[in-house]
């Protein structure tokens, strides 16, 4: 790769974000809580099942 080439795609990357407002920012807070939530649930679920068929027997 070409380093200079590399800095200029940083700086072009730099130009045109913007920080998001507070709408957007709570937005994104939202789908990332409920995205660990889910992978917490499914991971709960997962040893809460096994728990039971090993102590079953």
Do not use: W
């Not at 995205?35 to 649930?41: E, K, L, P, Q, R």
Request: no cysteine.
């Amino acid at each position: 790769m070409n380093p200079r080439q590399t800095l200029k795609n940083m700086a072009n990357t730099m130009k045109m974000a913007r920080k998001p407002d507070r709408d957007e920012y709570s937005q994104h807070l939202r789908l990332v809580l409920v995205g660990i939530a889910g992978v917490g649930a499914i991971g709960f679920t997962i040893q809460f099942v096994f728990s039971v068929i090993t102590f079953g027997r």
